[in-house]
């Protein structure tokens, strides 16, 4: 190459030259030095490049990734638990909408005890146009809120989430319950630090919602079969499982990845 003109990016397109179009994150970027510090102690590579605040660290899979070193400056039953939580969020966010337009699409596979979660006013928009246009408008309100002055950001934040959900339900060309939804996802995605995870679960989801609203369950469930094979496809830098240490299972190797286990027992 000439020169790395996007620093990390033009990197990762140099080393990595697989199938592109799979949006799960080839590569782990961090700016804290600790983190990068323990990763070389692991056995990875950190990779720094001139003019840019990040290190690259390499070969990553899916558990590095959500893995934050956040978990490790709280007491292990802490940092389990934001751990899993992570974790549950991550699903949740790509299963939630798909789920309720499916629900919606079927209202007899809604349980009685469960009938709270229905439309309570019609829809003037078809719901899957509803989350399409939502999807597009949260990533339009993430722009704006970048190009914000610092000093204006929170007012209009404010103001934006208040007239712009209220006058959009009032107006008919939203549902609250999709609004709420909606809303949950966007926020929820914040809980992991990832921006390129954050996207490829955005994408999964986008394409479980198509797949949902034209062929109901069989596109629900392809959409899945779709979201898992993507992951499991995915192979590392190193050419190695995406998914380790599930597949190749290692019980230990899992604890550790999905626990935040006591230093001594840790080392064993």
């Known amino acids: 190459m000439d020169a790395l003109t996007m620093n990390q990016e033009s990197l990762a397109e140099c080393l990595y030259q697989r199938k592109w179009f799979n949006p799960f994150p080839k590569f782990k970027f961090t700016e804290r030095p600790d983190v990068a510090a323990a990763q070389v102690l692991e056995g990875d590579i950190v990779i720094l490049v001139d003019n840019s605040p990040s290190a690259m660290i390499v070969p990553t ?155 109901n369950l069989y596109g629900y469930i392809a959409a899945i079969v779709i979201f898992i094979v993507s992951i499991i496809c995915n192979k590392t830098l190193s050419d190695k499982s995406y998914i380790y240490p599930l597949i190749p299972f290692n019980f230990r190797q899992l604890a550790k990845r999905l626990l935040r286990l006591r230093l001594p027992e840790a080392k064993q």
Do not use: H
Not at 76 to 101: D, E, V
Not at 102 to 128: C, D, R
Not at 189 to 198: D, H, I, P, V
């Open 61 to 215: 899979s899916i558990f590095d990734i959500v893995e934050e070193a956040d978990d490790y400056y709280f007491p292990p039953i802490t940092g389990t638990y934001l751990r899993l939580s992570r974790f549950i969020i991550s699903i949740l966010t790509y299963i939630m909408t798909p789920t309720f337009l499916l629900l919606m699409q079927n209202p007899v596979w809604v349980p009685e005890s469960f009938q709270f979660i229905m439309l309570q006013e019609k829809s003037n928009i078809p719901l899957i146009a509803q989350f399409l246009i939502l999807e597009l408008a949260i990533d339009g309100l993430k722009l704006a809120a970048v190009n914000t002055p610092n000093m204006l950001s929170t007012p209009l934040s404010v103001m934006a989430a208040l007239v712009l959900g209220e006058f959009s339900v009032n107006s008919g060309w939203f549902n609250s319950e999709v609004m709420l939804y909606m809303a949950f996802v966007a926020i929820a995605n914040y809980t992991q630090q990832n921006y390129e995870l954050g996207y490829a679960l955005k994408f999964m989801r986008i394409i479980n919602l198509i797949l949902t609203a034209i062929f």
